[in-house]
């Protein structure tokens, strides 16, 4: 069975540019999950998703940063415009149940310039 | 909002050689994961701790769980190479949210 996938697994743009994420989860799995790590820092929760719904967007840091996942499959993190402190890696994860273990994908690094 | 303070951030430890990382957290959980990860690779999960006094045991690693101490440890017995990786703790609160560490990134010296 194919784990969840991220893609790309790097990024390095420029300030002022617009970078989107992609996160396929694990086939089945209601739930769907976004963080991210900043460099030396702890792996910080963004977003929930059952489905195609947001369930909990409260770890989101501003406006510049929109989540979808349309038709309740993979997932989108866009990123509008890119500031120099959004960089990091970016962790997707999923779950089959809201409660039970998560599984994430490798991440995408993100570097700003 | 939970906070989960892990150390060391960084240990280098000689093969052979027995240490523990701590992962204390501020408030209390349903469940307390440990984590690893290589370089561009996926988080790897390695224990799910449920309960108070659990302990879970798999190769040369152990881990614990005291809830009263809000405290967990990693244990790595008799260290080698392979064990090389950052190590994180999460923890998990009814909400689903996962709290995480900083991470302890660990290099073993042959």
């Known amino acids: 069975e194919a784990g969840v996938t991220q893609f790309p697994s790097h990024s390095v743009i420029e300030k002022g540019q617009t970078v989107t994420l992609r996160c396929d989860p694990i086939?089945?799995?209601?739930?769907l999950y976004w963080y991210r790590r900043v460099m030396g820092k702890e792996i910080k929760f963004l977003l929930h998703?059952?489905?195609?719904?947001?369930?909990?967007e409260s770890g989101m840091p501003n406006n510049r940063f929109l989540a979808e996942r349309t038709g309740g499959t993979y997932s989108t993190l866009k990123v509008q415009p890119a500031e120099l402190e959004d960089s990091g890696v970016y962790f997707c994860?999923?779950?089959?149940?809201?409660?039970?273990?998560?599984?994430f994908g490798p991440g995408t690094r993100l570097t700003v310039l | 909002e939970l906070k989960v303070e892990q150390n060391p951030l960084f240990l280098s430890m000689q093969e052979g050689k027995n240490y523990t990382i701590y992962c204390n957290y501020s408030?209390?959980?349903?469940?307390l994961y440990w984590y690893r990860q290589d370089p561009g690779k996926s988080l790897e999960s390695l224990f799910v701790?449920?309960?108070?006094?659990a302990v879970k045991q798999e190769g040369r690693l152990m881990a614990s769980l005291d809830t009263k101490a809000r405290l967990s440890t990693l244990h790595i017995t008799a260290a080698v190479h392979d064990l090389s990786a950052t190590y994180f703790c999460?923890?998990?609160?009814?909400?689903?949210?996962?709290?995480f560490g900083t991470g302890t990134s660990l290099t073993v010296i042959p």
């Open positions: 701790l449920l309960s108070n006094g």
């Open positions: 998703f059952v489905k195609e719904s947001k369930q909990d």
């Open positions: 086939s089945g799995h209601d739930n």
């Open positions: 999460a923890v998990a609160r009814t909400g689903n949210q996962f709290y």
């Open positions: 994860a999923s779950s089959q149940r809201r409660g039970n273990e998560q599984f």
């Open positions: 408030t209390t959980s349903d469940r």
